[in-house]
């Protein structure tokens, strides 16, 4: 079984950590030193910085807040925004990045991921699809420029697209779950796996632990989330422990309160299922 990972996301806008609901009404939420710091002590498996100010803005992602953040961390580092050539993902990744994400200029040049693809590898190239259910249609279509810009453009088959001209795996927002808090849109993570063999990372909506299990469920091999970490309503270690005592693998928790707890959860676990074949 392969294991699933669970990757806090900062939005960053002038080198601070924003966040907002479907892409607007940004609010300050941090510094994004110290949050990734403290989300690989909660037992991150990767943190995902998203430059979301840099598209709109025309302007490059802010190298200085990447290297600030890679040198506290120690897991993959995977950085979007403002990335329009391939000078561009180049500074990233000698700035500390493992992997690039692209979006809004993937989607106008789709050549420029299939160069970055070919020049760094699969394994460094990310796509990022913002995707927003089709007005009076059935269906997703692709938003860009932080969600202001609808393109006309099936969601599925860019996916397809980018697939096939070299991405490593697709990094998929709902659009109209962006903190909601109503959980992933599960139609659309079903949809995505079942038409890509690509990673999925599932971003948009998460509030509980049963959303980032019911997104798993429905395909995705990584759960991608914000506001719960940054508003302090879970760590990394919490939705660690119920995925585990969910059946669900994962890299183990990393701090001692939260491995006793998962030991102790799967000793009741078993207590009760060894219980119930008696009855």
Not at 59 to 68: A, E, F, I, P, S
Not at 85 to 93: F, P, R
Request: a negative charge; charged letters at 25%.
């Amino acid at each position: 079984m392969a294991t699933r990972r669970i990757i806090p996301c900062l939005d960053v806008s002038h080198g601070r950590v924003v966040k907002g609901v479907k892409f607007q009404g940004l609010r300050d939420a941090g510094c994004p030193v110290e949050l990734s710091a403290r989300y690989q002590e909660q037992g991150a498996d990767e943190i995902v910085i998203l430059d979301v100010s840099a598209t709109p803005e025309g302007r490059g992602n802010q190298l200085d807040t990447v290297r600030k953040v890679r040198e506290v961390l120690s897991i993959p580092l995977t950085v979007g925004g403002g990335i329009r050539k391939i000078e561009d993902a180049s500074a990233l990744l000698q700035a500390g990045a493992d992997k690039v994400s692209m979006n809004t200029a993937a989607v106008f040049d789709p050549a420029l991921l299939s160069a970055i693809a070919e020049r760094f590898g699969r394994q460094c190239t990310v796509l990022a699809i913002d995707a927003a259910a089709k007005i009076g249609m059935e269906g997703w279509e692709v938003v860009v420029r932080s969600g202001t810009q609808r393109v006309g453009r099936d969601a599925i088959e860019w996916g397809k697209e980018g697939e096939e001209r070299g991405a490593g795996e697709i990094l998929l927002t709902s659009f109209d779950r962006d903190g909601t808090r109503s959980g992933y849109d599960l139609s659309q993570l079903r949809a995505f796996s079942q038409a890509v063999k690509l990673p999925i990372i599932a971003s948009g909506g998460a509030h509980s632990p049963e959303h980032l299990l019911e997104a798993l469920d429905a395909g995705a091999d990584a759960v991608l989330a914000a506001s719960i970490f940054h508003d302090g309503d879970w760590t990394v270690d919490a939705l660690k422990v119920f995925l585990l005592s969910r059946g669900v693998e994962v890299r183990p928790p990393h701090t001692t309160q939260a491995r006793l707890s998962t030991t102790t959860k799967n000793t009741d676990s078993s207590t009760h299922t060894t219980e119930g074949s008696q009855a």
